[in-house]
Nanobody, 126 residues
């Protein structure tokens, strides 16, 4: 089992920045691929960014590429999402996800993740 808790959401003006954190506990000694997803009202859950268990490989959704940066600290068992140049269309509930894996891969589909946090709201005003 892996437990995930997100923090760092809030209200920010367009063009601003926010930093989300995801604290992992439980089976953190395993090789765990992690990712961020978001879901806006009335829309499907969308892949934002993913990172391999070693942190050596990252992948981003097209809508956030160049603006968001994903990273992880396996000593502290945390993952972060630095979000810059935020736009109103970035408004959503952001979820942290994790999956125990056997190879260094980035998972981009929500259905590939077993463990999820409760979500944190990000609101970008225009």
């Amino acid at each position: 089992q892996v437990q995930l808790v997100e923090s760092g959401g809030g209200l920010v003006q367009s063009g601003g920045s926010l930093r989300l954190s995801c604290a992992a506990s439980g089976r953190t000694s395993s090789r765990v691929a992690m990712g961020w997803f978001r879901q806006a009202p009335g829309k499907e859950r969308e892949f934002v960014a993913g990172i391999s268990w070693s942190g050596g490989t990252t992948f981003y959704g097209d809508s956030v590429k160049g603006r968001f940066t994903i990273s992880r600290d396996d000593v502290k068992n945390t993952m972060t999402l630095q979000m810059n140049a935020l736009k109103p269309e970035d408004t959503a509930v952001y979820y942290c996800a994790a999956q125990v894996v056997t190879v260094r891969i980035v998972l981009v589909r929500a259905r590939d993740y077993e463990y999820w946090g409760q979500g944190t709201q990000v609101t970008v005003s225009s």
